[in-house]
């Protein structure tokens, strides 16, 4: 029996020691893997930045695992716009990258602005005498655009392109509510704010229709001047293509032809053709940098002189932190007041770009996050730079700033509040049998209860619209403080109108078109700044953060199961979720952007 008792605990303390010698050596390999990835990237001669576009592109960085970019595997699918230009510019300034070979593919970006933005720093990387050449089995339409600055353009044997032009249908549930005894109710103000209308109507509505159609046309009008311009045809070429035949089922000798592409290649020619840039023989290796190596380059660069902060707010506005379960980036109103408040009182930040890429949301929060804005104002410069849309409260957060600027096919506007509320009674009463009963001390004890179980609630109704009407002149007041018109003027370009960028300058809306760049510049000179440098805010979460975080929210992961489940039905489930979650008062715009 003692022998048995030695064996067995000789056995125990021999698993003891292997798990803790495993995990010695775990921790040893890990922390060799956070060394070498914290280790900066040099860039070896005669080196090409390879850029795979690929996934869905978004303000900054969301999404990713930690260990993703400890293993070096950090491309477009779960990176931000901010790394991309970013790491654009670095290609452009290191004298041993001699050209991008851009991977062209299905990238979806979160806003045709957005797309620009990429577009824009490339075009600026071609100004350093230094090439670009694009490859791709297939282009979406977004993706094309991009790709179509390149120096040529090449094409799978078998590939296509998706030029189409822009637009397409939108959903409403309206029908599908009356079949199962849902009614929404509605109040707004704002004849444009038609994001009540996928509930409340079954199709278009004029005023929607009109700045739908004014919106997309102003952004199609850009992208076919800058297509034309890079491909040495004519806006008019390009537009008659989308208008006589379906490009995505075009034959490539039908894209050589209208000169959307230089040639078609199978994918083993396109080394040869990079190694032709390069100089290098054929059994030679090309250099290659990722957008992983990109951003961590090392740059010979040194913080001197004064802090601009660059605060990047995007996403929806909402009140408080969303569920596990969901999966985008948002703008929560406490948290970001705290944010600016600390900006305020921060004495080493002598001006503040805020970087605005929101559709709105809750008018509360909105302005929550104004009243900090405007008191951060007070104390040093606030210049607003927008990205792919700053509307509705996404715009009422942006207008008490000292400056605005906007890229030409920024969304902005929509300024207009609605409310909205599902009624129920048809559902619960004539299809379910369930009835209703009780008593109360005041006439109004069980409004809510009515506005969703009972039809006789026009006098309720009644009370949320002037709940509506005094969020809408609040916003209006906010404008009209912010840029210097009156309430009579606002209220005039308002009413819920989307306006793209390039058009809001001449009603004030904005000051004017530029980048991010354009914003710190602007910042500096009012600050009185000769020296400065710039720092994000919030700061990036850091690799132990983001693998605690992981383990505690699995709702990106759940979320994308969802949607490659739900496929078209993901969009209109999930807006019946949120719209359960949101803040009875929206400011919010009525559509979403993506492309």
Known sequence: MKQFFRYMLATICGIIALFIVGGIIMMISFASMIASSSAPTKAKENSVFVLKMDGMVNERTEGGSPFDELL????????????????IKKAKNNENIKGIYLEGGTTVFDAPATAQQVRDA????????????????????????????????FMDCQGMID?????????????????????????????????????????MSDNDREQRTAYLQGIWKLWLKQMAESRGVTPEHLNKLADDSIMGFASVADYKSTKLIDDAIFPEKIKE?????????????????????????????????????????????????????????????????????????????????????SPGGSAIAS??????????????PVVVSMGGYAASGGYMISAPASYIFAEPTTVT???????????????????????????????YSDYDTRLVFEKDNADVLRFMQSYVDRGYDSFLTIVADGRGMTKAQVNEIAQGRVWIA????????????GSLD??????????????????????????????????????????????????????????????????????????????
């Open 72 to 87: 070096g595997q950090v491309d477009m699918t779960n990176m931000g716009l901010d790394d991309i230009v970013g790491a």
């Open 273 to 357: 053709i990079v190694k032709g840039k390069l100089g290098l023989d054929e059994d030679d290796d090309i250099n290659q940098l990722t957008l992983a190596d990109m951003i961590n380059l090392k740059e010979d660069t040194k913080e001197e002189g004064d802090k601009i902060a660059v605060y990047y707010a995007y996403g929806e506005i909402i009140d408080e932190e969303a569920s596990a379960f969901a999966s985008e980036h948002a703008i929560v109103g406490k948290e970001t007041v705290e944010d600016l408040n600390a900006l305020a009182e921060d004495d080493d930040v002598k001006a503040v770009v805020l970087r605005v890429n």
């Open 518 to 595: 354009d914003a710190v510049k602007k910042a500096a000179e009012l600050a009185k700044l000769d020296k400065y440098y710039t720092a994000p805010y919030p700061g990036k979460t850091d690799w132990l953060d983001a693998l605690l975080e992981s383990s505690e929210k699995k709702g990106s992961y759940l979320d994308a199961e969802l949607q490659q489940t739900l496929g078209e039905l993901y969009t209109p489930i999930m807006e019946m979720r949120r719209d359960q979650q949101r803040n009875r008062l929206q400011a919010r715009l009525p559509f979403a952007t993506g492309i």
């Open 502 to 513: 390039s058009d809001a300058v001449s009603i004030k809306l904005v000051d004017k078109l």
């Open 122 to 153: 490339l075009a600026d990387f071609k100004k350093s005498g230094k090439w670009i050449i694009a490859f791709a089995d297939r282009y979406t339409q977004g993706s094309y655009y991009v790709c179509s600055v390149a120096d040529s353009i």
């Open 413 to 443: 506007g929509s300024i207009g509040i609605f409310g909205l509320i599902p009624n129920m009674s048809e559902l619960a009463s004539n299809k379910l049998g369930i009835t209703w009963d009780g008593v109360s001390t005041n006439k």
């Open 163 to 203: 030029f189409k032009g822009m637009g397409g249908k939108n959903y409403y549930m309206t029908g599908l509510y009356e079949k199962i005894g849902i009614n929404y109710q509605a109040t707004r103000v704002g004849k444009y704010k038609s994001a009540v209308e996928r509930v409340t109507r079954k199709d």
């Open 367 to 380: 302005e929550h996050i104004w009243h900090a804005i405007k008191q951060l104002k007070e104390k040093k």
